[in-house]
């Protein structure tokens, strides 16, 4: 089993992309225990790298999730599973199709002839043959492109533009707002990310990385007080969100509230119990309740956590 944050990093995606799919229930972990930490098995990592790989390939988002809703809903019909990690993209056609029982299927249980000479080919459709084939992106489709701009400076101007057609064609699309929160802040644009995440919190004043990143920036610029409600609210949100009890222990220690920073000093080991700011968390918890606080260095910067 893979812990969610070992599931991010393995897929090179951010642990905020993969909890927006979670969210909307692309994926679904295989557990979670009481505690509510989630996990992925191994058969989950095929089935989200596979969904990576339609996405780069420029099938929409909602197709995908269509033709994986519609496979789960005959799982229970036949006694070997579809082998989801073998989705393809049929040339030709606006399809996606899976390997089952050695023969290829259309979500629909159509099956489609799979030649010995040539096999179905693994193509992406030819731009032409993919407009007239899909519709014009949707607010979900632009979304999901500016996660993958979003990344690399050189397209970074292509990820803002993506989100913001998001943001027009779905004005409430909360994720959208906090990634473009992030993508501002990268820019350097403070005031703009700080209004963006702000829009985000009118329509979800529980999102999580819209809090974080937001109390991020009002701890930088003095705003302590302000800060520690935004920084609450994310561990309201995720209390197994390992960044937001650091971030609220270090805050703590600077408005001297050495009893509430001990005890998300205790949080945050339990959930990284290695690493440079595991040994600070020992040694804060080492020294007597009422003993000095020194910073020991500066706290993590602002998480694009998209």
Not at 77 to 92: F, Q
Not at 105 to 130: I, S
Not at 230 to 243: N, T
């Amino acid at each position: 089993m893979y812990s969610f944050a070992d599931t991010a990093r393995i897929l090179r995606v951010s642990p905020a992309r993969l909890r927006y799919w979670e969210r909307t229930e692309l994926v679904r972990p295989s557990s979670q225990t009481e505690a509510g930490e989630r996990s992925f098995d191994w058969q989950d990592l095929v089935e989200l790298r596979t969904v990576l790989r339609l996405i780069d390939r420029g099938v929409p988002v909602r197709r995908i999730r269509t033709s994986l809703d519609r496979y789960r809903m005959r799982l229970t019909e036949r006694t070997e599973a579809p082998d989801i990690g073998a989705l393809r993209v049929v040339a030709h056609r606006p399809e996606v199709v899976v390997r089952n029982e050695g023969a290829w299927e259309a979500p629909d249980g159509q099956l489609l002839m799979d030649f010995p000479e040539t096999g179905v080919p693994e193509v992406t459709l030819l731009d032409e043959a993919r407009k007239e084939a899909w519709p014009e992106p949707s607010a979900l489709e632009w979304f999901e492109r500016g996660c993958d701009l979003d990344g690399d400076p050189a397209t970074v101007a292509q990820a803002l533009d993506a989100y913001s057609r998001a943001l027009e064609a779905d004005p409430e699309f909360v994720d959208a707002h906090c990634n473009l929160g992030t993508v501002h802040f990268n820019r350097g644009e403070r005031e703009r990310a700080a209004a963006a995440y702000r829009a985000a919190l009118d329509i979800d004043p529980g999102h999580l990385e819209a809090n974080f990143n937001l109390a991020n920036l009002l701890e930088e610029d003095g705003q302590r007080e302000t800060a520690l409600r935004h920084y609450k609210s994310a561990v309201e949100a995720d209390p197994l969100f390992a960044d937001a009890r650091l971030n609220l222990a270090l805050l703590y220690e600077k408005l001297e509230l050495n009893s509430q920073a001990r005890e998300q000093w205790r949080h945050y080991l339990q959930r990284v119990p290695e690493g440079h700011w595991a040994d600070v968390a020992r040694d804060r918890l080492e020294q007597p309740a009422s003993g000095p606080r020194s910073r020991t260095g500066p706290g993590p910067s602002p998480k694009g956590k998209r």
